[in-house]
């Protein structure tokens, strides 16, 4: 059930953040922010949370789906954030726009269904949900560049990953270091590059010089189903 889903709602007079995380028309569960939230082991976290907690104080911030209406706002945002890649990944595979917008209507059209993290009322963060075959693949999961590090994209992961009940996977450049390590954070693994060739020309469709450049992650539903098919139970 498509839903929208107030994560933070903080008061500027006390800096405080209260979860409101509740489903429009829901039973007021908590929205679940991703596993780095459910452990508080080391002062680091704490200090993470505080801070991060510090830049939502007196702001809404809700996960809900976007509309064709927005268009160009998740355009822009995807084209901002893409700014990231420069000087990292090869260059031949940095385009401008990044995505332009037939690639990103085509990818619409083909059923790519994007979700958007807004604060206070403006659009900062976009992430999407395709299924494919017998997995759903997160893509395009860009927050706007002054947005950055303060939990946005680990929200949209964690709702997403509630919208399915397949193994899930996640593409993306080996060279962008910072989103390995933020997926890894969350749970997922990288495939071995002999398996991840196969799943790009299977799931995704890219070119092969991009296939050559990228890495896939998978979560814990997708090992224990390959580990099940290798030993037959």
């Known amino acids: 059930m498509l839903s929208t889903v107030v994560l933070w709602q903080g008061s500027p007079s006390d800096g405080r953040v209260r979860g409101e995380g509740k489903e429009r028309g829901g039973d007021g569960e908590k929205e679940d922010l991703g596993e780095d939230c459910r452990s508080v082991a080391s002062?680091?976290?704490?200090?993470?949370?505080?801070?991060?907690?510090?830049?939502?104080?007196?702001?809404?911030?809700?996960?809900?789906?976007?509309?064709?209406?927005?268009?160009?706002?998740?355009?822009?945002?995807?084209?901002?954030?893409?700014?990231?890649?420069r000087g990292v990944i090869p260059a031949d595979c940095l385009k401008e726009p990044y995505m332009c917008r037939d690639e990103l209507r085509r990818e619409m059209d083909e059923g790519v269904v994007f979700w958007g993290c807004e604060e206070d009322g403006e659009l900062v963060g976009v992430a999407c949900i395709q299924q494919v075959q017998d997995v759903?693949?997160?893509?395009?999961?860009?927050?706007?560049?002054?947005?950055?590090?303060?939990?946005?994209?680990?929200?949209?992961?964690?709702?997403?990953?509630?919208?399915?009940?397949?193994?899930?996977?996640?593409?993306?450049?080996?060279?962008?270091?910072?989103?390995?390590?933020?997926?890894?954070?969350?749970?997922?693994?990288?495939?071995?590059?002999?398996?991840?060739?196969?799943?790009?020309?299977?799931?995704?469709s890219i070119p092969e010089r991009q296939i050559e450049t990228s890495v896939v992650l998978a979560d814990r539903k997708w090992f224990d189903a390959r580990r099940r098919q290798a030993t037959g139970a």
């Open 43 to 85: 002062e680091e976290f704490r200090h993470k949370r505080a801070s991060r907690h510090s830049l939502l104080a007196g702001k809404k911030v809700m996960i809900r789906q976007c509309d064709n209406s927005e268009f160009d706002t998740i355009y822009e945002i995807i084209n901002d954030a893409a700014q990231a890649y």
């Open 136 to 204: 759903t693949l997160i893509r395009h999961a860009y927050v706007r560049t002054p947005k950055r590090n303060q939990g946005i994209g680990g929200s949209l992961l964690s709702h997403l990953r509630k919208q399915t009940t397949r193994p899930i996977l996640v593409g993306t450049w080996a060279d962008a270091v910072w989103a390995i390590r933020f997926y890894e954070k969350h749970g997922f693994q990288l495939v071995s590059s002999e398996e991840k060739d196969g799943l790009l020309r299977k799931y995704w």
